[in-house]
């Protein structure tokens, strides 16, 4: 719904590959089912153990001082789901039926809910490491948390058995970027599309990357006058801006803002004084 | 198993003439605590598997409003004949494998419903 949570879903994303026990299988506003074919030599990747990552619902509560600001931040929701299914558990032993969860533990229900918790800790080690570019990225964009809800649940009843836990943030994410505003290159958000050039042109799984970076460098491109980004950033209209002070002069009709040259004020009773840059 | 009835009679010639139709050969694994049991040897047995349509359902089942995952599977049954069944009763956790479908699919016990007269009925949760 805005760039602010696509930053925020893809950098949380990006910092959680490789660092949890589900490993890359790390997966984006999945939409789809869980289904296991049933030879198990031939199941995809993504039947594994996986962390799902959702931006949900978020208001952004507008005040008056902003008449139609639409590129507030506001609050947002940000979803992990994480699943383990006994069936995901490949190498069952054909001679005894045993499979295992990792070298010593064998499948149970016990063993499933301890995967789920390890790996919930180690989504909160991922986004909090200094040491993490992606979660450094994530703490930018996400100004603050309020509320952290955590959730599980099952299904026995529906022919297969999946363990599952929900961790929901609710946070604050920054503003948009408005177009035509000169952003710093060192901001979260100018780093995100910076990393997400670095991305595509390495190894990461999603190439689409450096396609995204670049339509989105195109949406907020240009180089404005400062009036001009107040102006839309405050979804002002022209008279509203000139009440407040900005804006181009009455008489720059076409609001082309030249730089001063010459001017001359005249006040009643006084020469008229004259102005030059 | 023991039946004195000439109902029993007729139900053991009924099951087994069904059977001999619609049985295919399954795998049994006995396990206790997700390892081998060693008081159950494992074994096969010859018995009907019936599977229904796989539906998509979501993850916290009922309970899925706020849950995105979504899961395919569908609910089977594995229909053993009492009268010529001998072998370890078989306990939730259990695994069964399918030996003459393709791919060999795996499925594991959920519920035993051993009180019926006619047969032994495993449902099955997918693996």
């Known amino acids: ?277 | 198993m023991a039946g004195n009835a000439l109902f029993h009679d007729l139900r053991d010639e009924l099951v087994a003439e069904v059977d001999a139709v619609m049985e295919e050969t399954v795998q049994l694994y006995f396990l206790a605590n997700g390892k081998s049991d060693p008081t159950r040897p494992n074994r096969t047995v010859e018995a009907p598997l019936r599977t229904g349509a796989e539906k998509t359902s979501s993850a916290a089942a009922g309970n899925g409003a706020s849950w995105r995952m979504r899961i395919a599977a569908g609910k089977a049954e594995l229909s053993i004949d009492m009268a010529r069944y001998d072998g370890p009763q078989p306990q939730a956790g259990d695994k069964i494998r399918a030996l003459d479908r393709p791919g060999q699919p795996y499925w594991q016990v959920a519920n035993v419903d051993d009180r019926s007269h006619t047969r032994l009925v495993l449902e099955l949760d997918q693996l």
């Open chain 1, 1 to 277: 719904m805005s760039l602010a949570r696509l930053a925020l879903r893809i950098s949380a994303v990006e910092a959680l590959r490789g660092r949890t026990l589900v490993a890359d299988n790390v997966l984006d506003s999945e939409l789809g089912a869980l289904d296991f074919s049933a030879d198990g030599t031939v199941r995809t990747a993504r039947t594994k153990p996986f962390i799902s990552v959702y931006t949900d619902d978020g208001d952004a509560e507008i005040d008056g001082n902003e008449p139609r600001g639409l590129h507030a931040g506001g609050m947002c929701q940000l979803v992990f789901e994480i699943g383990v299914a006994a069936a995901m558990v490949a190498g069952i032993d054909p001679e005894t039926g045993e499979s295992h969860l990792a070298a010593g533990i064998p499948v149970t229900d016990q063993a499933l809910e301890y995967y789920l918790d390890m790996t919930a800790r180690q989504i909160a080690d991922a986004l909090t490491d200094p040491g993490n570019p992606w979660g450094k990225i994530c703490r930018g964009v996400m100004l603050s948390m309020r509320k952290m809800e955590r959730r599980r649940a099952g299904n026995g009843e529906d022919g297969l058995k999946l363990a599952a836990h929900q961790l929901r943030i609710h946070c604050a994410i920054m503003d948009d970027p408005v177009r035509g505003e000169v952003q710093d290159p060192a901001s979260p958000f100018m780093a995100f599309l910076d990393a997400l050039d670095v991305a595509a042109a390495g190894d990461s799984p999603v190439a689409a990357y450096a396609i995204y970076a670049a339509a989105i460098r195109a949406e907020i491109a240009g180089a404005d006058e400062d009036w001009e980004n107040l102006q839309r950033r405050l979804g002002a209209t022209a008279g509203e801006i000139l009440t407040l002070g900005r804006g181009p002069l009455a008489g720059d009709e076409d609001r082309a803002t030249p730089p001063l040259a010459a001017g001359t004020t005249e006040i009643a009773g006084m020469a008229p004084v004259e102005t030059n840059s």
